[in-house]
């Protein structure tokens, strides 16, 4: 329950998405709810992103990884592995269904660093 609560408290906090972003592009399919992911290289050269959800619990998931991986370098967001959300002590306390959604936003917010890479946007240095 403690972790349910953590989740909706990050829900509460992750700054509003622009109604324009929730795109079919940016939205992250294989979850039972309805999820976009849109990410901001900025001058820096690292990615910012930003989330939105129809659903609280998932929208404190996708805020998860937005603290996770804002502020890191594209090759730094490719380069980490799913593991990581074992690791978290996560996986005992979802549902299968909000597992894999899990697992499919962070698979989505590589797919859409992958696509900066490939436009030459991301330099990959640290």
């Known amino acids: 329950?403690?972790?349910y609560k953590q989740l909706l408290f990050y829900a509460a906090k992750l700054p509003p998405m622009a109604a324009e972003q929730h795109?079919?592009?940016?939205?992250v399919e294989g979850c039972v709810s309805q999820v976009w992911v849109v990410p901001e290289l900025r001058d820096d050269g690292k990615i910012y992103?930003?989330?939105?959800?129809?659903?609280q619990l998932t929208k404190g998931l996708?805020?998860?990884?937005?603290?996770?991986l804002s502020g890191?370098?594209?090759?730094e967001v490719v380069s980490v592995q799913p593991g990581f959300i074992e690791m978290l002590g996560l996986k005992q306390s979802l549902t299968p269904s909000r597992n894999n959604g899990f697992l499919n936003m962070f698979?989505?917010?590589?797919?859409l660093?992958?696509?900066?890479?490939?436009?030459g946007n991301g330099n990959g240095s640290s």
């Open 1 to 3: 329950m403690a972790r």
């Open 23 to 27: 795109k079919p592009e940016n939205k």
């Open 49 to 55: 992103w930003t989330a939105d959800s129809d659903s």
């Open 62 to 68: 996708a805020a998860l990884l937005v603290l996770g």
């Open 72 to 75: 890191c370098t594209p090759a």
């Open 107 to 111: 698979l989505k917010m590589q797919k």
């Open 113 to 119: 660093t992958l696509g900066l890479l490939a436009q």
